[in-house]
């Protein structure tokens, strides 16, 4: 059935209200599977609508979790949901029905599967393309332990793009695993999928036959129904070559992933088989509802509040976000020097570059799901003269972490680094928090590393950076910025140099000097006059702007003057930025109390992004009472 609006009243569901565990969905006749799924469409429309989140990718795997839920005997066998963002039907079906509207809240269900949360969630993802890694890792274990179970990875089209899905390919072919591969082909990640491997998937559908299986026997017959458009593009041919079978896998399909009936026969014969086993199922992203149908894009993800006459996100006028300001700056940057490319691992929307990408069509690089080969395809960019520029999450440059090494700073190349989501992200939980990206690099030679106070600084940064002849990265945080002027101006910010913002009574004896970074320094200038009048002392608020180079010459100017340092940012604490000024004042010999605050050792859940702030003291409130108890101590 095909909706068009978003329920604001929990949807009539009596079939899916009997289905507590997967076992009593198996209890059911294979003929209510269609009921099943058209009752939890309905309910993912609500639940989203009422707590927000990941969509277009849940509607579309109604069909397919139902079937893989009927087929196979979970939570025994292991289901594995690569990246998670369509998990939402999997934890409804698997007892989490009447708590899926906490989804993303603190003390809430997690954004993705989370072995804490579940036994049905038998591998935490967050990232792409993990599952079938993990699936390879379960089903050799389980050989080992002679304790043989179904093994199914499902992995997007979109996730399939990165190497490290096909390294685990490769592996489970050599070691012969029993592992089953849905690939779920819906022609998107959150942007559309490109490259060769998008054409290939294209010239698969568009030979118009499928591998079938019908009592273990292997058929090739053409599709009963042609019930989708063409998808050849971009140059693809009808070539019948087929990469999967090439690599070794048993490969079946394409399949309509909607259709439930279909996928419980072809999932009931293919667990009789053994060995690596690549089942293709084509899916609609945002399957069932119009408005997601027709804008998959945009309906990736939605918020809480949804308008009954737009069914779009209510939004309330605000500060540009940093992904903007980053976008605004490209353009502008490239506007003035035709050597600025610009790269992203299939991030094109979140990063703020679609007007970018529309104006410079030759000069922007969407690289699909491949962080590795996007900082090293920046740095033989760099060689031949050019100045790339990557737009990259915190969070997913981790994955990229041995080409900026050894590609990109080693060779002292000429790569600029927009780094979005520093720092913590709120409703999506720990795997996408970018809460290590100081500590993993501060340390490397020849790259310079800052972080803005606003979203002005942000934009003046990110020319700074573009300037420098070398590495260089701005992070930033995830949202909007604190509401200043962006000037329409490019100026170069002088390396390696801090600035202090504010001073209250620092001619007095007794004084603290706060060095903040990026995201936190407007908290401690919302906490200064307070803190200075509570404890009678001077405040001093530096804006330090500088990750590496760090400002050791302002630490020797205010150190006479300073009887407490304290550190802030929104950061681990352990090798931060706290950590660096720790080091420096050790190596310039100042001996002086310091307090480093900023976020602690241990991985948190997922809440609003303002709760996680408070949780872990860095809001103003909290800034302000771990100083004071800081300074009660010194005295």
């Known amino acids: 059935m095909l909706y068009t609006k978003i329920p604001t009243e929990r949807p009539v569901t009596p079939l899916l209200d009997t289905i507590n565990h997967p076992q009593q969905l198996r209890q059911l006749d294979k003929t209510q599977l269609e009921q099943v799924a058209d009752e939890l469409r309905q309910y993912i429309l609500y639940a989203a609508g009422q707590s927000g989140g990941h969509f277009g990718a849940n509607l579309g795997v109604v069909e397919l979790t139902t ?51 579940s036994e049905f969630d038998t591998f ?97 017959e053409p599709h009963p129904e042609w019930a989708y458009t063409s998808r050849l593009h971009q140059g693809a041919t009808t070539d019948p070559d087929n990469l999967f079978k090439a690599i070794g896998f048993e490969y079946y399909g394409p399949f309509d992933g909607h259709d439930v009936q279909q996928l419980v026969n072809v999932f009931d014969e293919l667990k009789k088989r053994k060995g690596p086993r690549l089942i293709h199922v084509y899916t609609k992203k945002g399957k069932g509802f119009a408005p997601a149908e027709a804008d998959p894009i945009g309906f990736h993800a939605i918020a809480k509040q949804i308008s009954a006459q737009t069914q779009t996100t209510v939004k309330k006028k605000t500060p540009p976000k940093y992904s903007d300001v980053f976008g605004q700056w490209l353009c502008d940057e490239a506007a003035q020097d035709n050597r600025l490319l610009a790269i992203t691992p299939a991030m094109c929307e979140g990063s703020g570059m679609v007007r970018f990408a529309k104006e410079y069509p ?48 080693i060779q002292n190349l000429d790569v600029t680094f927009g780094i979005d989501r520093a720092g913590l992200v709120g409703e999506d939980g720990a795997t996408h928090a970018g809460a290590y990206d100081y500590a993993f690099m501060r340390t490397i030679p020849n790259l310079v590393l800052m972080a803005p106070k606003d979203e002005n600084e942000c934009r003046q940064m990110l ?20 509401g200043v002027e962006v000037e329409s101006t490019l100026k170069t910010l002088d390396i390696g140099k801090a600035e202090i913002l504010l001073e209250i009574n620092t001619d007095q004896e007794k004084n603290i000097s706060v060095l903040a970074f990026g995201s936190r320094v407007q908290a401690c200038l919302d906490m200064a006059h307070t803190l200075a009048q509570q404890l009678n002392v001077g405040v001093r608020i530096i804006n330090m702007r500088f990750i590496k180079p760090l400002d050791t010459q302002m630490l020797q100017q205010i150190a006479p003057n300073t009887n407490l340092f304290v550190t802030v940012e929104e950061h681990a604490v352990m090798a931060g930025a706290g950590s660096a000024v720790n080091e420096a004042l050790a190596q310039l010999k100042i001996v002086k109390p310091i307090l480093n605050l900023g976020l602690p050792d241990t991985f948190l859940s997922q809440a609003t992004h303002q709760q996680m702030l408070h949780d872990c003291g860095l809001d103003t409130e909290g800034l302000a009472k771990s100083i004071t108890q800081a300074w009660q101590q010194q005295l």
């Not at 934890?91 to 954004?111: H, V």
């Not at 089953?180 to 490259?195: A, F, R």
């Not at 020319?463 to 604190?482: D, E, F, I, K």
């Open 67 to 117: 079937a893989l839920h009927y087929c196979f005997n979970t939570p025994k066998d292991r289901l594995i949901w690569d990246v998670g963002h369509q998990a939402y039907p999997h934890k409804i079906l698997t007892g989490r029905r009447e708590q899926i509207t906490t989804i993303r809240t603190k003390d809430g269900l997690a954004a993705f599967p989370a072995r804490e949360e």
């Open 362 to 409: 030759n000069r922007f690089f969407d690289v699909a799901i491949a962080e590795q080969h996007a900082v090293t395809l920046a740095a033989g960019m760099a060689c031949e003269g050019l100045k790339p520029v990557v737009a990259i999450y915190s969070t997913f440059l981790q994955r990229g972490y041995d080409q900026l090494v050894h590609d990109v700073a």
């Open 463 to 482: 020319h700074t950076a573009y300037q420098y002849n070398g590495p260089a990265a701005v992070r930033y945080p995830r949202g909007v910025g604190v």
């Open 124 to 220: 935490g993802v967050g990232h792409s393309s993990t599952a079938i890694s993990a699936g390879v890792g379960m089903a050799l274990a389980r050989r080992y332990q002679n304790k043989p179970c179904d093994v199914v990875a499902i992995v997007g089209d979109g996730a399939m793009t990165a190497g490290m899905a096909f390294e685990a390919m490769n592996d489970a072919v050599a070691h012969q695993a029993d592992v089953m591969v849905v690939l779920n082909d819906n022609d998107m990640s959150i942007s559309c999928s490109t490259g060769g491997f998008a054409k290939h998937l294209a010239a698969i559908w568009e030979q118009k036959q499928y591998v079938n299986i019908k009592n273990g026997e292997v058929i090739i």
